[in-house]
């Protein structure tokens, strides 16, 4: 006999022994729970339970009646399990005994949250009361251990009372009913426990991943109970994104993939691949759990899942460039086709009888029934939606743009925000860009950033500069890091690989230095993304004038909508600027909810690759993307990508502060295991410049597995508006897998379709699960009210302002600059923890301050603004309300009120939002680290449990802990936020120069040879400002006003403040500090 089924006997043989069961244990789904109870429930819980609350709980969860009072008035703190004591800790009143009682009797429910403290359905072990104080080996879930000894008399104690409530109050058990219920319970759950996936460090409550499974109680005979198998096939299935594939074949699972060898077609697995074994027993136990889902499924929507009936694509001629970011060129000569079988239909030509139109990508509908494309059929018109009916090819107008500047491109379909059953197939939402704004963005670098591998005293060699000869010749390139730092020279000659200069420069180059080349910056319309509910027939120009919603607030371009299975729509964003020293130029994937809530970048921020295009999931949870640079006209390289490896290390990154990272040895980073996040699968093609492998275009995961794109073959220079490769449509087939460890696989490609001219967007004609709606729009309704509509959609006016919650401002600082997961991450705030050091005043961390991008009415262009800016409390926690519908970035400012750092990635909130950042520094190692690895840089401390008392606890910029209260907002106390302040020169800066300046800095004689008067005068001052990297502390003329060295080159020909006779207040210093850190406007 084991000795944990020793514990199960002498535990349930002492309850027996105390007279509350007899027979068999109450711990099954079908035993009843049986025996002698007494009369008043309230007196045996004062007798035996209110003692073991004293004597074991009473530290954490006792408090005063004047706190309990406070605590109560706040609707999410009845969550909490709270009752009134004594000094003494003592429940001491029989009033008070009876509201304990009531907090572990009677659920609560707030919202969607709930706290339940007896399931009467199920035995007293499963119940929160019971199991919550539990130890990890009896099946405690996280939460300080009291129970460490099933022989623990309060233990038995408790569960007794538990037990006779049960009975006092029972209701009807939850059976497994299902087919695919009772596989899992009794044949999967089994391999999963032999196999070791309940574990701690591997799936189980503690672990870090979205795959938190129950454990089940081992003190049950069963250990499991049918709420907790229900819940843990719910989790195995994906409760945020899917981890299993039921549209297709469900071999094609996240949950199969990652647990058999890469070899036998598996993905890599952070926890290793060895679990199972294509076609072994324990494997096709997995396979039969998901064929029986998949076969429920199917019944509940009413279709069979994963049958492709053809492809719809594009064809057009093959002269017809478009660069991702500038989508508005107009290219006629396409039309839509269905190739099914060996028939093709041409889906448009009726569409544009009076010549050839321009029609781009479409998209499937989740029946696989109708298709939805942008359209427009001349120059002067502009793109607009529209959708057709494949089998009757009846067409309809969605979108009703009549100005030929507003366009309405990229439309896909996505599942309806009031549709969470998702069984409905036919009802969906339509997400899509457009300009209604009416501004513009850049589109295209100013500079081009590269990192040298090698190079002599006039040349520079990097391997990534593949453009093609000559294409650099009598640019300018400036070193800004390392090897010559600050030099200009002319590039008089450049070829694939290599940059040519003059004159040379002080030192040869090596691989330390970082340059940059400068390029004219294109401009084009500014896209967003926009919902509309899919109108019913006849009321579509109605809809659309009512019913279109506005998802996102971005600063810079978008393009190319997609659907995560989370529900969560993802989509490119481009950000631009400079950080840390060096220029950006990002298409990152960021994600927002189906509302267009809850915006947060996702992946690729400070990548090597300029854009990733055309982001989509794969049936196993991966991602595959297309890699390009804006000066592509055709494409670039083929991209698959884990989110689950978080930030990665890209072999030749300039915007990272590694220096060829993969050239000695393997990488020693700050995680146990690290994969990079992606890989391009196809070396030979690649993302800009001259490509030998040729060109990939918007592949789409097919429910197979396999991925069918548009590729032409090599070589293609990507930058040649003539170069007019021919694309076909290919099925890439993994053989056995696209990517291993730390690079490429291999894969078979296979011709589907080719002609003379070029097919593109290809989109298989498949029946498939819709993804559900996901979570909404997170309020705080004390703060900003209630909502104008209340569920699916829930909308407050759009002037409600938002709240801005930020956990911990210095923490998530130490990520702003470098994300990779190597070396020490430093917390500029106080003493370090992680280092023990302390940082200089200018770079300590002291204020939020939030900068929005507002519309200038007079140019409808945004101009950057201070929105909000607050002191950071002691935990490093801030919270404030902001303007909503405007793009804001974070800062971190020192004492000074200069800026620190800044993430640079933009991010907005919709009216009466609740938008919130990092977490609680103590939660950080069990939360974050498996992505982004330990703050002390030590790969062995990224694992750890939660200390779940400080985790429990709330921030002290939120939470009030002396007066058991929630704070007021600093600057929303008037129930309206602080305007918005912009600062330009001549409106703020020029006056202070007259006042104190122009006496000695006049045309007439200036000191130093700095004049401040007339027009020049605001040429003059940026000379005395980092141009490129625009921040307070770079800022020569910073220095000279409060008279101390900071970051800026230049040294102070004298000490103290300028001018000396008279400084400025500072106030006046604050209002030059605010100037340059919001980028030194000249308006």
């Known amino acids: ?31 009843e729970v049986v025996g002698t109870v007494p009369v008043d429930s309230f007196d045996r819980f004062r007798s035996a339970v209110v003692p073991v609350l004293e004597s074991r709980c009473s530290g954490c969860h006792g408090v005063s009646e004047e706190e309990y009072e406070t605590l109560s008035a706040e609707p999410q703190n009845r969550l909490l399990l709270r009752w009134i004591t004594d000094g003494g800790l003592r429940i001491s009143t029989e009033q008070h005994a009876r509201l304990a009682f009531l907090r572990f009797t009677e659920p609560v429910y707030v919202g969607e949250k709930s706290f339940v403290p007896i399931d009467f359905a199920t035995s007293p072990l499963a119940s929160a009361v019971v199991r919550s104080p539990l130890g990890e080996r009896l099946g405690g879930v996280p939460h300080p251990v009291i129970f460490s000894s099933a022989d623990d008399p309060d233990l038995v104690a408790l569960t007794a009372w538990v037990a006779a409530e049960i009975s006092h109050h029972p209701e009807l058990s939850t059976h497994l009913k299902s087919e695919a219920e009772l596989i899992f319970a009794n044949e999967v759950v089994p391999v999963l426990a032999r196999k070791g996936c309940f574990g701690s460090n591997c799936h189980g409550k503690h672990a870090f991943n979205d795959l938190k499974l129950d454990g089940g109680v081992p003190l049950l005979p069963e250990r499991f109970t049918s709420g907790i198998q229900e819940k843990n096939r719910r989790t195995m299935l994906g409760e945020t994104t899917r981890l299993t594939h039921l549209s297709g074949d469900v071999e094609q699972s996240r949950q199969i993939k990652k647990s058999i060898l890469v070899d036998q077609g598996g993905i890599v697995h952070k926890g290793g691949n060895q679990f199972l074994k294509k076609g072994d027993p324990d494997y096709q136990v997995f396979v039969k759990w998901l064929q029986a889902e998949k076969r429920e499924a199917e019944r509940r929507v009413g279709a069979q899942l994963g049958v492709v009936d053809g492809w719809v694509f594009l064809r057009r001629p093959r002269s017809s460039p478009e660069r991702y970011f500038e989508p508005i060129r107009f290219l006629p000569g396409g039309d839509l086709f269905w190739r099914r079988g060996t028939q093709e239909i041409n889906l448009t030509a009726g569409l544009h009888p009076d010549g050839p139109a321009d029609i781009r990508a479409a998209d499937v509908s989740y029946d696989g029934k109708r298709v939805i494309f942008a359209m427009r059929r001349d120059a002067s018109e502009p793109f607009n939606v529209w959708e057709l009916d494949l089998l009757t090819q009846e067409p309809r107008q969605l979108t009703f743009s009549v100005d030929p500047e507003v366009f309405f491109i990229d439309p896909i379909y996505a599942p309806s925000v009031a549709d969470l059953d998702g069984s409905d197939l036919s009802r969906a939402d339509v997400v899509m860009l457009s300009n209604l704004s009416k501004q513009t963005a850049p589109v295209s670098p100013d500079v081009l950033l590269g990192e040298a591998e090698r190079g002599g005293l006039d040349t520079i060699e990097d391997f990534q500069r593949t453009e093609k000869v000559g294409k650099f010749v009598g640019r300018t390139v ?55 509910p899919l109108a019913g027939l006849g009321t579509e120009k109605e809809l659309f004038r009512s019913e279109l919603h506005r998802m996102t607030y971005s600063p810079d371009q978008a393009r190319a909508p997609s659907v995560r299975s989370s529900g969560e729509v993802m989509a490119t964003f481009l950000r631009t600027g400079w950080q840390a020293g060096r220029p950006f130029f990002n298409g990152a994937i960021f994600r927002t909810h189906a509302d267009g809530s809850n915006f947060h970048t996702h992946s690729g921020n400070r990548s090597a690759v300029a854009i990733f295009a055309n982001n989509r999931e794969m049936p196993d949870g991966r991602e595959v993307r297309i890699g390009r640079d804006a000066d592509s006209w055709w494409g670039g390289s083929l991209i698959v990508s884990d989110h689950q490896f978080g930030p990665s290390i890209e072999p030749d990154n300039p915007l990272d502060n590694l220096d060829h990272p993969y050239l000695n040895g393997p990488l020693k980073t700050a995680l146990p295991r690290f994969f990079p996040t992606f890989v391009s699968v196809d070396p030979d093609v690649l993302d800009h410049g001259i490509s030998p492998g040729g060109v990939y275009q918007d592949a789409y995961p097919l429910p197979d597995g396999s991925l069918l794109v548009s590729y032409a073959s090599g070589p293609v220079d990507l930058d040649d508006l003539e170069a007019a490769p021919d694309f ?7 053989d056995p897998e696209f990517r291993g460890e730390f690079g490429p696989g291999s894969f078979r490609r296979e011709v589907v379709l080719a002609s003379p001219l070029a097919e593109l967007w290809p989109r298989p004609v498949v029946v498939r699960l819709k993804e559900r709606p996901g979570p909404m729009l ?85 101009k950057k603004a201070v929105l909000a800016e607050l002191p950071i409390m002691a935990d490093g926690s801030v919270q404030a309300v902001i303007p909503s519908g405007v793009p804001f970035d974070i800062e971190a400012v020192n004492g000074m009120g200069m800026t620190v750092s800044s993430p640079h990635r933009w991010l907005y909130a919709h009216p009466g939002e609740k938008h919130t950042l990092s977490i609680p520094r103590s939660l950080y190692t069990q939360t974050c680290a498996g992505c982004h690895g330990s703050l002390s840089g030590v790969s062995e401390q990224s694992v750890g449990l939660v200390d779940a008392v400080t985790g429990a606890s709330r921030t002290l910029a939120i939470w009030d802990a002396k007066n058991h209260r929630r704070r007021t907002v600093p600057n929303f106390e008037s129930g309206s936020p602080n305007p918005a302040e912009f600062i330009g020169f001549e409106k703020d800066i020029r006056p202070l120069l007259e006042k104190h300046c122009v006496s000695c800095h006049s045309d007439v004689e200036p000191k130093a040879g ?42 102070l020909p004298t000490a103290g403040p300028h001018p000396s006779p008279k400084a400025l207040s500072q106030r006046e210093i604050s209002t030059f500090i605010r100037w340059i850190d919001l980028g030194a406007y000249g308006l």
Not at 484 to 503: D, F, M, W, Y
Not at 804 to 827: K, M, N, V
Not at 1015 to 1043: C, F, M, N
């Open 1 to 31: 006999m084991s000795k944990s089924r020793t514990i199960k006997e002498r535990f349930w043989a002492i309850l027996t022994v105390v007279g509350v069961i007899s027979g068999t244990p109450a711990c099954h789904q079908d035993a």
């Open 478 to 532: 400036r070193v800004l890091r390392g090897t010559n730092a600050s030099e200009s020279r002319t590039i008089v000659h450049s070829e694939p690989g290599k940059l040519t200069v003059t004159p040379p420069f002080s030192r040869p180059i090596d691989s330390t230095t970082h340059y940059i080349i400068d390029a004219e910056q294109r401009f084009a319309p500014k896209m967003d993304l926009y919902r509309l």
């Open 778 to 862: 997170k309020t705080e309704r004390d703060i900003l009210g209630p909502p104008s509509v209340i569920g699916a959609g829930t909308r407050y006016p759009q002037t409600t302002p938002a709240l801005l919650q930020i956990y911990d401002l210095p923490l998530l600082a130490a990520f702003f600059e470098q994300t990779t997961p190597i070396g020490e991450r430093h917390i500029a705030h106080g003493t370090c923890g992680a280092c023990g050091k302390t940082s200089a005043d200018v770079d300590q961390i002291q204020f939020l301050r939030v900068v929005g991008q507002l519309v200038d009415h007079d140019t409808n262009e945004l």
């Open 1010 to 1051: 700095l004049s401040l008067t007339g027009p020049t005068a605001y040429e003059k001052l940026l000379k005395l400002v980092d141009k490129d990297d625009r921040r307070a502390t770079r800022s020569h003329l910073i220095e000279r006003l409060v008279g101390r060295e900071l970051y800026a080159p230049a040294v």
């Open 728 to 734: 076909d449509l290919v099925r890439l087939v993994p």
